[in-house]
């Protein structure tokens, strides 16, 4: 069944944690938080404090996704704040054995995400390493970008790829997700999908969490 992971980068931070527990009640399987340090992408958000804040607002597992630059500095303190799992960017992350097998040694799971214009083989030396595949769907950086149609193409890559090492790693998809294109991204073999704008953008957060929670599990 596909898990759903609301991201909380178009969330009300003013009224965070009612705006978490009505996704969470309405069905939301993990919490996701993007991370930006300006640098990697062109934004800055938050870090391991507010990762804390999100767990001591939920018992979903909470998603980490690191687009900074140097991930390997960080990996700690966000575990120690709380995140469940820590994915890290193939773009910047040079060692990335090494980074994978750190997230693993601190207790959580690891991922790895790649950009758009990334080719998914780039990964086929580490993915059965890893227990999560990111597909950024958008260039990272902002929330509320239009789903790249070129993702669909990655994600049946990527669903080959683990056929191919006999791999169990989750595909997750992060960007432009909605009611819209929900059912094809599943049908290409999503495991996880990221929403942001369309489920806290919503006139109704609760309703918009059970619309998509039942379009991508809907036996």
Request: aromatic share 6%.
């Amino acid at each position: 069944m596909a898990l759903l992971a609301p991201s909380i980068l178009a969330a009300d931070f003013s009224n965070l944690s009612q705006q978490i527990r009505l996704v969470e009640l309405a069905g939301a399987d993990w919490i996701h938080c993007d991370i930006m340090d300006g640098h990697f992408v062109p934004n800055i958000t938050f870090g391991p404090v507010l990762v804390n804040s999100v767990k001591r607002c939920t018992k979903l597992p909470i998603d980490v996704h690191l687009m900074i630059e140097n991930p390997e500095n960080y990996l700690e303190s966000f575990i120690i704040a709380g995140a469940n799992y820590i994915t890290v960017h193939q773009e910047t992350a040079i060692h990335l054995n090494r980074i994978i097998a750190r997230i693993k040694e601190l207790g959580a799971k690891a991922g790895i995400a790649i950009n758009p214009s990334t080719p998914i083989c780039f990964l086929k030396d580490i993915a059965e390493y890893v227990d999560l595949i990111l597909i950024m769907s958008v260039n990272p950086g902002f929330g509320g970008q239009i789903f790249v149609p070129n993702s669909i193409k990655k994600i049946k890559e990527t669903v080959k790829l683990r056929g191919n090492l006999s791999a169990n790693f989750l595909i997750e998809v992060d960007g432009g997700i909605d009611n819209h294109n929900a059912l094809s991204i599943l049908e290409a073999g999503c495991d996880v999908f990221v929403a942001g704008t369309s489920i806290f953008n919503a006139d109704n957060i609760s309703a918009a969490t059970t619309e998509l929670r039942n379009l991508i599990s809907p036996f």
